[in-house]
C-alpha cells in the first residue's frame, strides 16, 4: 500500500493552523481596506509568455511549468519534445505583480486610476526547500497603479508600520531607491552591468562582502570598480548622513540624484508623521526583480532570525511589457506564511485565535438537549460560536473532547440547571465554574 505524501516544499494545514492564518490574513485585509485598497483575485496559472523574463534569469529558472494537457506530447516528435515551449504553454504563478499588471492592461478600459487593489493567494517558486522557504505560499500584495505620487510609497511605509504593530512583531524596514543603484553603477564605470551589479550586492547579507566582490569579479568587474563599490556600501550613521554622503559620491549622476531626492522626501514625510517604526536606509538592498524602478522595501523581525518577511517597490513600466506604456505602479507583499512562523516562535497568537468554538455544551440527555438548543440559537444570534456534543455520554469524555478542541468554555445544563433557569458555565483554562442565568449567558459570553 502507498504511503500518503505531499510534495516538498508544501504543507497541510491543521484547524488550528488555518485558524492563526486567518488571523493574519484578516488584520492585513483590515489595514488594507483602511486605506482604500480593494480585492482582486487572478487564476493560478498564467500563460508562460506572461511570466517569462520578468524576473531576470534566476527568477524564470524558479518558474514551475504546466504540461500540456492529455495526449499533447504523445504527437509531438523527440525533437519537440526537448523543447520545453512545445509541450509548455503555462506556468503557475511566480508572485501576484505581474499578473496584476496584466489585469491591469487586459481590463484598462474598467478601471478608474489610480487603480488600488489588494490580492491574497498563494504563489509558486519550484525553489530548494528549507527553514522559511516553501515552494508554495501565500502572498498577501497591496499595490496602487497609475500615479508617481511618493506618497503612495509613504501610505506604504504606513501600512507596514500599522499591520505589524496590529500583529504584535517588532520590525525594521529596509528602504533604497534603484535610481541610486543605477547611480552608483554608472559612477563605477558599468552602467551596462546594472543588472549584474544588484543582483551581487543583493545577497550582501547572506553571504558576506568578501562573496559579493567575488562575484563581481566573475561578472566582469574590473577589481578597480569594486573597489570603488565597496566603500558605498559600506556607508554608515543615519539615513540623512547617509544620503548626504552618497550626494557627494554620485551627485554627477542625473538618475543617481533624482534617486536621491526622492528618498529624502519619503523619509521626510515619514519622519514627519512620527512612526514608530524603525525605518533604515540600506544600499546593500537591490531586490533583484527586474521590474523595479524607484523606491524599494524590505522588512525584517528583530526578535526572530528568518529572511524578510515583507518587500515591495516602484515599477515605472510592468505594464509597458503588454502593450500598455508607461503606467507607473508601487506596491508591497507580505509573506503570510513567514509571518506566521515569527508569530508562531515568539508565541504571538491571541489564545482566543486557536480555538473555533467560544463555548460547548456538555450533552446529558433529551431533555438537557432540547434545553440546550434554544440557548446555542440565542448564543448564535448574538454572534458567539458555540456548540452541543453530539451524543449523551460520560461527562469525563466530554470534557476531554473540549480540552483537546481548545474551547475555552463549558456550559453544563443538567436538570438542576433547567430546574434553576441557570447554566453552570466551567471555564476550561482555570478550572472556576460559576452559574450564569439563560437569559444573561450571551452578555457573560461576551
Known amino acids: 500500500m502507498q504511503k500518503p505524501s505531499i510534495p516538498k516544499g508544501t504543507r497541510d494545514f491543521s484547524p488550528v493552523e488555518m485558524m492563526r492564518r486567518n488571523y493574519i490574513f484578516d488584520t492585513v485585509k483590515r489595514v488594507f481596506r483602511l486605506y482604500g485598497f480593494a480585492p482582486l483575485e487572478t487564476p493560478s496559472m498564467e500563460n508562460l509568455s506572461t511570466l517569462l523574463g520578468k524576473y531576470g534569469d534566476e527568477g524564470d529558472k524558479l518558474l514551475f511549468k504546466i504540461l500540456n494537457s492529455g495526449d499533447y506530447a504523445a504527437a509531438l516528435s523527440d525533437d519537440e519534445v526537448r523543447q520545453a515551449s512545445k509541450i ?14 496584466r489585469y491591469v492592461v487586459q481590463h484598462q478600459g474598467e478601471l478608474a486610476f489610480p487603480f488600488k487593489r489588494y490580492q491574497v493567494q498563494p504563489v509558486w517558486r519550484a525553489d530548494r526547500p528549507q527553514k522559511g522557504r516553501y515552494r508554495e505560499f501565500y502572498q498577501c500584495d497591496v499595490d496602487v497603479i497609475g500615479t508617481r505620487s511618493l506618497l503612495c510609497e ?17 520590525v525594521a524596514l529596509k528602504m533604497n531607491n534603484r535610481k541610486i543603484l543605477y547611480g552608483i553603477a554608472e559612477t563605477i564605470g558599468h ?23 567575488a562575484e563581481l569579479l566573475e561578472r566582469g568587474l574590473e577589481p578597480e570598480a569594486v573597489a570603488r563599490l565597496q566603500p558605498i556600501l559600506e ?27 526622492e528618498m529624502e522626501t519619503v523619509l521626510g514625510y515619514v519622519e514627519r508623521l512620527g512612526l ?38 516602484r515599477y515605472d513600466d510592468l505594464t509597458g511589457i ?32 486557536s480555538s473555533s468554538t467560544r463555548v460547548l455544551f456538555v450533552n446529558l440527555g433529551a431533555e438537557e438537549e432540547a434545553a440546550s438548543l434554544g440557548l446555542l440559537r440565542t448564543l448564535r444570534d448574538a454572534g458567539i460560536a458555540a456548540e452541543i456534543y453530539p451524543e449523551a455520554g460520560k461527562m469525563k469524555k466530554q470534557m476531554e473532547y473540549a480540552n483537546r478542541r481548545a474551547v475555552p468554555y463549558v456550559a453544563i445544563v443538567g ?23 439563560f437569559a444573561g449567558l450571551a452578555e457573560c459570553l461576551k
Open 154 to 170: 509613504v501610505e506604504l511605509v504606513e501600512i507596514v508600520d500599522r499591520v505589524f504593530r496590529a500583529l504584535g512583531i517588532r
Open 191 to 213: 552602467a551596462d552591468k546594472m543588472t549584474d551589479i544588484t543582483v551581487a550586492i543583493d545577497k550582501l547579507e547572506k553571504i558576506g562582502l568578501d562573496n559579493v566582490k
Open 322 to 353: 503588454f502593450g500598455m506604456p508607461n503606467v507607473s505602479g508601487v506596491g508591497i507583499s507580505f509573506g503570510a506564511d513567514r509571518i506566521y512562523d515569527v508569530m508562531t516562535g515568539l508565541n504571538l497568537f491571541p489564545e482566543e485565535v
Open 415 to 437: 436538570s438542576q440547571e433547567i430546574e434553576a433557569q441557570a447554566v453552570t458555565l466551567k471555564d476550561m483554562r482555570s478550572g472556576e465554574q460559576r452559574q450564569v442565568p
Open 88 to 101: 509548455c504553454e503555462k506556468g503557475l504563478r511566480y508572485d501576484l505583480t505581474v499578473p496584476f499588471a
Open 235 to 261: 556607508l554608515s550613521g543615519g539615513n540623512r548622513q547617509k544620503l548626504d554622503a552618497l550626494r557627494a559620491v554620485i551627485g554627477a549622476s542625473e538618475t543617481g540624484l533624482k534617486g536621491i531626492e
Open 276 to 313: 514608530g517604526l524603525q525605518v533604515d536606509l540600506d544600499l546593500s538592498l537591490a531586490r533583484g526583480l527586474n521590474y523595479y524602478t524607484g523606491a524599494i522595501f524590505e522588512v525584517k523581525a528583530l526578535d526572530f532570525a528568518i529572511g524578510s518577511i515583507c518587500g515591495g517597490g
